[in-house]
């Protein structure tokens, strides 16, 4: 079942680390990006995508992966329904499943399979984050693994023609990643501890 709050519904006044609250959920998301992914610059692409709302958020209440592989099937399906210029990209949100980053890095097959699945691997890619995301070779706790962390497990969907358009428009798209890390290692120790704080 997804959970996505209605657009201009009022707020729910949850506990304020209660993840339950689909609300919370989003807001502590909204920020993130807003702070880490587009503050630090780490995807150059958030920015307008973010300011003109074409970000779909959608909230999982699944505590299983079978159910969170029905979640993600109806994702996509709707972003597929969906057109681009209002809905640019989604992400499907997980609070209360794949806790563990092992067993959130094995479901990303399944999330692959489920694209090649239904025909949408040529039209949509799957992108990760984490709140305990870890690249290999690095320790758990090295910052350079904060450019893929997130308050909360989530599944990125994006659009195969945007990400095209993003190589074909932008200098050294392969060299993000690489930047990122950089710009991590090189925050000072408080802004470091300012990040840690962001993700929780």
């Known amino acids: 079942m997804l959970r996505a709050p209605p657009p201009n519904a009022a707020p729910a006044m949850p506990h304020p680390t209660d993840p339950s609250s689909p609300q919370l959920v989003v807001d502590r998301t909204r920020q993130w990006l807003e702070d880490v992914v ?10 307008p995508v973010f300011a003109r709302g074409q970000i779909a958020y959608v909230v999982s209440d699944a505590t299983t992966r079978g159910a969170l592989l029905g979640d993600l099937e109806r994702a996509l399906q709707a972003l597929d329904a969906s057109d ?29 399979a489920l694209l090649e699945a239904l025909d949408l691997d040529e039209r949509f890619q799957v992108a990760s984050f984490h709140p305990r995301y870890q690249f290999a070779d690095t320790e758990p706790d090295q910052i350079d ?28 798209v392969e060299g993000i990643p690489g930047r990122n890390i950089a710009t991590m290692q090189n925050l000072d120790q408080a802004a470091q501890q300012r990040l840690r704080d962001a993700i929780g």
């Open 38 to 47: 587009i503050g630090l610059g780490l995807c150059p692409f958030a920015k």
């Open 84 to 112: 681009a210029g209002t809905t640019e990209t989604t992400l499907l949100i997980h609070p209360h499943v794949l806790a563990d980053f092992l067993d959130y890095n094995d479901f990303l097959d399944d999330a692959d």
């Open 145 to 172: 693994n904060y450019t893929n962390r997130s308050p909360f497990p989530m599944l990125h969907l994006l659009r195969q023609a945007s990400i095209t358009e993003a190589r074909a428009s932008y200098p050294d």
